[in-house]
T-cell receptor, first 116, second 118 residues
């Protein structure tokens, strides 16, 4: 079956602009996570969705970042007033159950965001 | 807080050499431990996992044993191939809770670049 998909694969924007990054999880997966991976580093947790609600957004760096999952499937990560420091690969992952700690998270290919 | 430390890289080996990539962790309680791999041009894939102490995860000839006494989860392979060239990430998942349901957000190490030459 289809894996986690993310669009766009690459996004180049100018400082101060607004961007939206989309994640389409594996069908039937109820748990959805967003991570951010800077160059040469491991991914860092941003936010976790349990169904439609953001159950843990403790990893969002500031209030310019926001994410939604209105129907419990597709999620959109929104970044306002982008800064050069936001440049990174944004990864989405989903898991089958309600995201238990032993569950395998399946990752999408990521969106590479470049802020000029 | 939780953290994962991987050995410094990059690692360069000849085909059929023995591989060890060290990983140690700091966490409260009993985390689950994972190795993820990122092949060139591809997304992160789960390589193997272990969910409790003394468990051994294995896949594609790779192995790692969850050692609680040394807080380690070292990755090993007896004979590497050129196709194993990739970036390897050690990660832990620690049980958090939201609305009464537990979940596990991953904490990753910084990654180790492995290059295998013919």
């Amino acid at each position: 079956g289809a894996g986690v998909s993310q669009t766009p694969s690459n996004k180049v924007t100018e400082k101060g602009k607004y961007v939206e990054l989309r994640c389409d999880p594996i069908s039937g997966h109820t748990a959805l996570y967003w991570y951010r991976q800077s160059l040469g580093q491991g991914p860092e947790f941003l936010i976790y969705f349990q169904g439609t609600g953001a159950a843990d957004d403790s990893g969002l760096p500031n209030d310019r970042f926001f994410a939604v999952r209105p129907e419990g499937s597709v999620s959109t990560l929104k970044i306002q007033r982008t800064e050069r420091g936001d440049s990174a690969v944004y990864l989405c992952a989903s898991s089958l159950k309600l995201g238990g700690p032993t569950d395998t998270q399946y990752f999408g290919p990521g969106t590479r965001l470049t802020v000029l | 807080g939780n953290s994962v430390t991987q050995m410094e890289g990059p690692v360069t080996l000849s085909e059929e050499a023995f591989l060890t990539i060290n990983c140690t962790y700091t966490a409260t309680g009993y985390p689950s431990l994972f190795w993820y791999v990122q092949y060139p041009g591809e997304g992160l894939q789960l390589l193997l996992k272990a969910t409790k102490a003394d468990d051994k995860g294995s896949n594609k000839g790779f192995e790692a044993t969850y050692r609680k006494e040394t807080t380690s989860f070292h990755l090993e392979k007896g004979s590497v191939q050129v196709s194993d060239s990739a970036v390897y990430f050690c990660a832990l998942s620690w049980s958090s809770s939201a609305g009464g349901t537990s979940y596990g957000k991953l904490t990753f190490g910084q990654g180790t670049i492995l290059t295998v030459h013919p």
